[in-house]
């Protein structure tokens, strides 16, 4: 593991907020107090109808207007030309995991401060302002947390659910990385683990409580889960629980979890378990690309073949993921299609419905450009375009408590933004033409 000199030489690397680089063709420097993207079409994240020739006006990190056509901008300001652009809230990965993954390799070996890094870098060019991390971080996480938030490092805003709850010789498996996980066989234990994250001040809680749906081990005892909700609750804090069963759901449900972090995917969800949700105001990250990425590498689908896909790839992985180490899990399939139609109904039930993928968990969950093909994948299941933006956007900031910081372009919110080279709307797919990605206000990937 670095040093804390050698972890504070890699921050000195990125970009300062505050310090943004200049942007060809403004005409101004980029020390410039007041930056304004002039002239582009603006998707705010909260579902109205775009703003055509529109113009935010960003300073000190934060939107300090959206501005319709015709507007003056004020005097100082820089400004950047986005005519013929769309502009979007950046995206909130809400379900990822750091560091388990390198290349081919997937391991504890590949946890540290410099991989982690890397791959938030990696998110930020995929136009992904917020990575929620779901339980499996180790603890040099609240240090890079603490100098992101400080402003020293322009990198997406990180939510960390530190150590997770799992099962003793069960989900989620030690071999993928995940030995920190906490595996309490006591209610006591229950306690004392939830007070030291709440002393981490987590973001959010995890527990893993099934087996993962491969019927072979154990799953985590109602008892215990109960009291991590219970406990978390007391802290203020929010519990996303990993579910497969209908009935893990329901108990979840009625305990009063926050978030499911995947879809039902044994059977076809009912009214009792959306009955429950909506008393306890339950909400849903699906995760289809966890299923699909399972199967879809053999299937050779098209997308295989575009650059946005082939450039988010770690070295060697394109191979592997066409290689005989790829093993296709039949099951998959059949998993797949029961989380979209469970997607469709809880949709259509009024359900909350986010965006997560389950993301740098494994080798074949490519961070980055899954969450553009959960987009893809939420419009397929029934949700509009713009529904499935305002998933991966403003839901998801509301389901995790951030609302009021980022998820929509609006004043007094953080200066995240994507500028993109056509229009969503017309098809999920353009997200994946990005022009240039702003975080805090910041040119941080893109255009120059």
């Known amino acids: 593991m670095p040093s804390r000199r050698k972890l504070l030489a890699l921050f000195s690397l990125l970009p300062l907020a505050g310090t943004g680089p200049a942007v060809a063709g403004t ?14 079409r603006i998707i705010d994240g909260t579902g109205a109808a775009p703003i055509e020739n529109g113009s ?19 005097d100082d300001a820089r400004i950047v030309d986005v005519r ?9 990965a809400g379900h990822a995991h750091l560091g388990l993954t390198n290349g081919t390799s997937a391991g504890v070996g590949n946890m540290t401060e410099a991989n982690v890094m890397r791959q938030l870098q990696k998110y930020m060019r995929h136009g992904v302002g917020t990575v929620a991390v779901f339980g499996t971080d ?53 306690r004392e683990d939830v007070a030291r ?25 109602p008892a215990l889960y109960g ?18 069963y209908l009935e893990d759901a329901k108990r979840l449900a009625r305990d009063g979890v926050d978030i499911f972090g995947h879809s039902v995917r044994d059977q076809p969800v009912d009214e009792e378990l959306i ?28 997308w295989m073949q575009q650059p946005f896909f082939r450039q988010s790839l770690d070295p060697g992985v394109w191979e592997w993921l066409r290689s005989p180490a790829y093993k296709v899990k039949e099951q998959a399939r059949k998993d797949f299609a029961m989380a979209q139609a469970n997607v469709r109904a809880l949709h259509e039930a009024g359900i909350r419905v986010g965006l997560g993928t389950d993301s740098g968990a494994t080798i074949a969950r490519v961070q980055g450009f899954a969450e553009h093909r959960e987009l893809e994948l939420l419009v397929d299941a029934g949700l509009t375009p713009m529904q499935a933006l305002q998933a991966g956007t403003s839901v998801n900031a509301a389901i995790f408590g951030i609302d009021q910081e980022r998820g929509v372009l609006a004043p007094g919110r953080q200066a995240d933004i994507v500028v993109l080279d056509a229009d969503p709307i017309e098809d999920i797919r353009n997200t994946r033409k990005i022009h ?8 941080v990937a893109g255009a120059r």
Request: proline share 6%; charged share 20%.
């Open 84 to 92: 013929g652009k769309t502009l979007m809230p950046a995206l909130i």
């Open 138 to 190: 180790h603890d040099f996480i609240y240090t890079l947390r603490a100098a992101q938030r400080k402003g020293k490092l322009a990198l997406p805003t990180i939510l960390t659910a530190g150590h997770g709850f799992g099962v003793r010789d069960g989900v989620p498996p030690v071999a993928m990385g995940m030995d920190e996980v906490y595996r309490p066989t006591s209610v006591a234990q229950v």
């Open 436 to 443: 240039g990605v702003w975080l805090r206000g910041v040119l």
């Open 27 to 40: 005409g101004t420097a980029a020390g410039a107090r007041v930056t304004v993207l002039q002239g582009g």
């Open 227 to 244: 009291e991590v909700i219970r406990q978390a609750h007391g802290h203020g804090i929010k519990v996303a629980a990993h579910v497969y």
């Open 56 to 74: 935010l006006v960003v300073r000190g990190g934060r939107i300090e207007a959206v501005q319709g056509p015709g507007s003056k901008p004020p």
């Open 197 to 221: 994250l709440a002393a981490h001040k987590v973001d959010l809680i995890k527990i893993w409580v099934d087996d993962g749906g491969d019927g072979r081990t154990r799953k985590m005892d």
């Open 275 to 302: 009955a429950l949700m909506k008393k306890n105001g339950v909400a849903c990250i699906p995760t289809l690309d966890l299923d699909e990425s399972s199967f879809v590498y053999e299937d050779r689908p098209d």
